[in-house]
């Protein structure tokens, strides 16, 4: 009879602190993302050679058709809406962001930019990629 201890195996590396560094990973990359809302249409932006960032909040979206969309609204309840938020608050000075498919035409964005003024919002700029 053999009364000896049988050997012991070696003891395996963990993988504890590994799946502690991922979930940390998972952890950062959650709170430094910036999840960004999708557009309601599908659009080309129109190019540049030469702008600027447009850094004014709201969005109003155009698309090749003309049709105007804002706030998950359409048309002219979009230009509506756009109006009571922002119309009511420092109208001369606020800035409207428009973002316009570049398969639109010019007469329809004329009118667009004729309607918007009427309904009295002063300022709009036209978001274009560079060249």
């Known amino acids: 009879m053999d009364l000896s201890e049988t050997p012991r195996r070696p003891r395996a590396e963990s993988i ?18 910036r999840l960004v809302q999708p ?3 599908e659009l080309a932006l ?3 050679a030469t702008g600027r960032d447009a850094n004014a909040d709201p969005v109003l979206f155009v698309g090749k058709n003309g049709q105007l969309h804002y706030g998950g609204l359409q048309g002219a309840e979009a230009v509506a809406r756009l109006v009571a938020e922002n119309v009511l608050s420092n109208a001369h000075s606020y800035v409207i962001k428009m ?3 570049a398969a639109l035409e010019a007469t329809v964005l ?4 004729r309607d918007l003024a009427a309904a009295g919002l002063a300022r709009v700029e036209l978001v274009v990629v560079p060249k």
Not at 17 to 27: E, R, T
Not at 110 to 113: D, G, K, S, V, Y
């Open 16 to 33: 504890v602190p590994m799946i502690n560094v991922v979930f940390l990973l998972l952890i950062f990359f959650l709170m430094t993302s």
């Open 39 to 41: 557009d309601p249409v």
């Open 99 to 101: 973002r316009a498919d």
């Open 46 to 48: 129109p190019e540049s």
């Open 110 to 113: 004329a009118r667009i930019l």
